[in-house]
């Protein structure tokens, strides 16, 4: 069965930063486009930052630019979202997800996804 397994959420302070991982189980996800996405309580979900198969391509939500980075490590399946300068806003749990695709882009149609981590940002 295909996984995606993030880890690396937890408790930062305002200005801090944080480094999600998430792994995939199956070397398909190799040529996936992959997506980090968050939402936070009586939000919807949002697309936060999108990567191409080799990491050629990336796009960012707005409120993220300048401030998290999403890169991926073709040989470990592992794709990771740096987050620096974390704001209270920024709190939410987040989700790795994979598209069947090579296309990057603000689409959130997304085939595959993991659980979850929690990021709490305090201020």
């Known amino acids: 069965q295909v996984q995606l397994v993030e880890s690396g959420g937890g408790l930062a302070q305002a200005g801090g930063s944080l480094r999600l991982s998430c792994a995939a189980s199956d070397n398909t996800f190799k040529l996936y486009t992959m997506g980090w996405f968050r939402q936070a309580p009586g939000k919807e979900r949002e697309l936060v930052a999108a990567?191409?198969?080799?990491?050629?391509?990336?796009a960012y939500a707005d409120s993220v630019k300048g401030r998290f980075t999403i890169s991926r490590d073709i040989a470990k399946i592992t794709v990771y979202l740096q987050m620096n300068s974390l704001k209270p806003e920024d709190m939410a749990v987040y989700y790795c997800a994979a598209r069947r695709t090579t296309v990057v882009d603000t689409s959130t149609r997304y085939d595959y996804w993991g659980q979850g981590t929690q990021v709490t940002v305090s201020s």
């Open positions: 990567i191409s198969w080799n990491g050629g391509r990336t």
